[in-house]
């Protein structure tokens, strides 16, 4: 019952790989988000998806490029992979943009060797 | 850009107390959320004051905005060691696209 899973919670590589991160959500909302949280808990907006369409894209690198198969889940690929990337990386929904309420995922913590 | 700032960057208290946490902003608002993080988890959404709403409660929270200071302060009463966290505002900035801004956050310990 779950309802905003990523995965995986962990994930360690090394530099030059690509990796993705999977986002579900279950409660129906409209709005997905990526957020990146550094190590000083940070937390940076990255993308913004609302039905299926990019909304926001917070000047990222064109390495990380969102993919929402449909409007439940937001999946963030990550290619040629930087010591700089290793953060927390958080899904979120809403039921709208803007105002309301986020709910967050539990984050994917990326180390990258 | 960051936007919301928290006062204190970190806060230590004993169980039972209360703990009062600040946050600045600079630009006009719609409206504030305040949420909690707890170590290794995602955040979760508190309370939502909005530009017209001057105090908010939800159980042992309490939330008010001061558009004229611009600044809005979480005070949570009679403290318990579960509500160690790290608390964050954010703002939602009038015409800014409608995206939230995070401040740094304040990291509470509530001591047993």
């Known amino acids: 019952d779950t309802a905003v899973s990523q995965t995986p919670k962990y994930l360690v590589t090394q530099m030059g790989n690509d990796k993705s991160i999977k986002c579900e959500q279950n409660?129906?909302?409209?709005?997905m988000y990526w957020y990146k949280q550094d190590s000083k808990k940070f937390l940076k907006i990255m993308f913004s998806?609302?039905?299926?369409?990019?909304?926001i894209n917070e000047t990222v690198p064109n390495r990380f490029s969102p993919k929402s198969p449909d409007k439940a889940h937001l999946n963030l690929h990550i290619n040629s992979l930087e010591l700089g990337d290793s953060a927390v990386y958080f899904c979120a929904s809403s039921p709208q943009g803007g105002s309301s309420p986020l709910h967050f995922g539990n984050g994917t913590r990326l180390t990258v060797t | 850009s960051q936007q919301g700032e928290e006062d204190p960057q970190a806060l230590s208290i004993q169980e039972g107390e209360n703990a009062t946490m600040n946050c600045s902003y600079k630009?006009?608002?719609?409206?504030l959320q305040w949420y909690r993080q707890n170590s290794g988890r995602g955040l979760v959404h508190l309370i939502l004051i909005r530009s017209n709403e001057r105090e908010k409660h939800s159980g042992r929270l309490r939330v008010t905005l001061d558009t004229s200071k611009k600044s809005s302060s979480l005070l949570i009463t009679a403290s318990r060691a579960a509500d160690t966290a790290s608390y964050f505002c954010a703002t939602d900035n009038a015409g800014n696209n409608r995206k939230l801004i995070w401040g740094l956050g304040t990291s509470l310990a509530v001591n047993p």
């Open positions: 630009t006009s608002i719609n409206n």
């Open positions: 998806y609302n039905n299926k369409e990019l909304i």
């Open positions: 409660l129906g909302h409209d709005t």
